[in-house]
T-cell receptor
Framework: QVQLQESGPGLVKPSETLSLTCAVS?????????WGWIRQPPGKGLEWIGS???????HHNSSLKSRVTISVDTSKNQLSLKLSSVTAADTAVYFC??????????????WSQGTMVTVSS | SYELTQPPSVSVSPGETATITCSGH??????ACWYQQKPGQSPVLLIY???KRPSGIPDRFSGSNSGNTATLTIRGTQAMDEADYYC???????????FGAGTKVTVL
């Protein structure tokens, strides 16, 4: 059974960098799936942040691209997200997820439980 | 950029069929997927590649995609189907994985 578990601070100060990790169990980064980050501001819809096909390709939402770094640590089976220069607009529930497609982006079939990150001084 | 448009809300009576649309330029030429999200929970993938259901998803959920519109159909709607539903597609031209704004389904 594939499970994803995020960890990271729930409160980040404006202008600082938001850092989250997502521990993957029951699967590996060599399985052929894309892995992604999605966020959801309170009371609003889903926003794709970016997706990575480990050691091959990374795609980012162009509205965030210059601030986003997505990486994988295959030794720890962890996915990471860094979002720099955060503002209150980055306050959201952040999810990590696995794409059901093999070597293609077709939909996220496994999701983490989500972690709330608030940007505030 | 690429945008997907969904109706903000859909109401349906128990046992009836709910139809949720998702519109985007030439969406039929791409794959669409659908998620269900209940309050406080993570989204659940209902449909991917237009009409495929992941294991465990009831067959009363079905999808289609043609022209500029993808459609999620819920047959025999139940009270438990009351939720927000989101469509999504990968637009290779812009390199964007786009979500629709979501449709709130109310079972009256």
């Amino acid at each position: 059974q594939v499970q994803l578990q995020e960890s990271g601070p729930g409160l980040v100060k404006p202008s600082e960098t938001l850092s989250l990790t997502c521990a993957v169990s029951g699967d590996s980064f060599s399985s052929g799936h894309y892995w992604g980050w999605i966020r959801q501001p309170p009371g609003k819809g889903l926003e794709w942040i970016g997706s990575v096909y480990p050691n091959v390709n990374t795609h980012h939402n162009s509205s965030l691209k210059s601030r986003v770094t997505i990486s994988v640590d295959t030794s720890k089976n962890q996915l990471s997200l860094k979002l720099s220069s955060v503002t209150a607009a980055d306050t959201a529930v952040y999810f990590c997820a696995r794409d059901v497609g093999l070597r293609q982006l077709v939909g996220f079939d496994i999701w983490s439980q989500g972690t709330m990150v608030t940007v505030s001084s | 950029s690429y945008e997907l448009t969904q109706p903000p809300s859909v109401s349906v009576s128990p046992g009836e069929t709910a139809t949720i649309t998702c519109s985007g330029h030439d969406l039929g030429a791409k794959f669409a997927c659908w998620y269900q999200q209940k309050p406080g929970q993570s989204p659940v993938l209902l449909i991917y590649e237009d009409n495929k259901r992941p294991s465990g998803i009831p067959d009363r959920f079905s999808g289609s995609n043609s022209g500029n519109t993808a459609t999620l159909t819920i047959r025999g709607t139940q009270a438990m189907d009351e939720a927000d539903y989101y469509c999504q597609t990968w637009d290779a031209y812009t390199g964007l994985y786009v979500f629709g704004a979501g449709t709130k389904v109310t079972v009256l």
